[in-house]
């Protein structure tokens, strides 16, 4: 079945750094691949998501290109400030069981020291 | 905009308990989620409706229950409480369809003693 695999569990990093979250994905489609972010005591929220028609999203200052060639959509941002300490999540749009739902990865914590 | 309000925020019970979780949203959404989240982990699909009266199994279903008599309500019942079920249980909506945009309540927190 389809998956998506975000291997680093914990990202740690000063203010100013540039962040990159890496983000794999694997089906036979042209999914809709999105990121979602959650702070703490919170519910995801959307962060940015790309479809077949537009192979990059940007929001807030990040930004993820859908590379069908390597089957990535890794997440960056050029520099982090302390407010953007939340858990990432990278997912996408799968039709299974005659409907559509999302395909989850295991979420990468960012961690950014003052 | 519209929000996803979850009841109760903090659930205690004791092992072996029924407890209900509930879930109302005013996005006039036609499909609503069950989510379980232990700690520190990613979001595992409990159940999800895609219109009233509809109930869609996730991979984690068993040992829970659902219901969705209103299109705007979702309720999610544990139907016997075990110590290692403690974790955050979230609610959320969408349009459905290829969107992938899902608007998610802030979460139950269940302990269970």
């Known amino acids: 079945g389809d998956s998506v695999t975000q291997k680093q569990g914990q990202v740690t990093l000063s203010e100013d750094d540039f962040l990159f979250i890496n983000c794999t994905y694997s089906?036979?489609?042209?999914?809709?691949l999105l990121w979602y972010v959650q702070y703490l005591g919170q519910g995801p929220q959307l962060l940015l998501k790309v479809t077949t028609a537009n192979n990059k999203g940007i929001s807030r200052g990040f930004e993820a290109t859908y590379d069908k060639g390597t089957t990535s959509f890794h997440l960056q941002k050029a520099s982090v400030q302390e407010s953007d300490s939340a858990v990432y999540f990278c997912?996408?749009?799968?039709?299974?069981?005659?409907?559509?739902?999302?395909?989850w990865g295991s979420g990468t914590k960012l961690i950014i020291k003052p | 905009g519209g929000i996803i309000t979850q009841t109760p925020k903090f659930l205690i019970g004791q092992e072996g308990q029924k407890l209900t979780l509930k879930c109302q949203q005013n996005f006039n959404h036609d499909t609503m989620y069950w989510y379980r989240q232990d700690s520190g982990k990613g979001l595992r699909l409990i159940y999800y409706?895609?219109?009233?009266?509809?109930?869609q199994k996730g991979d984690l279903s068993e040992g829970y229950d659902a219901s969705r008599e209103k299109k705007s309500s979702f309720s999610l019942t544990v139907t016997s409480a075990q110590k290692n079920e403690m974790a955050v249980f979230l609610c959320a909506s969408s349009i459905g369809g290829k969107d992938g945009q899902l608007y998610f309540g802030e979460g139950s927190k269940l302990t269970v003693l």
């Open positions: 997912a996408l749009v799968d039709w299974m069981d005659s409907n559509y739902q999302l395909i």
């Open positions: 409706s895609i219109t009233e009266n509809d109930l």
């Open positions: 089906t036979t489609t042209y999914p809709t």
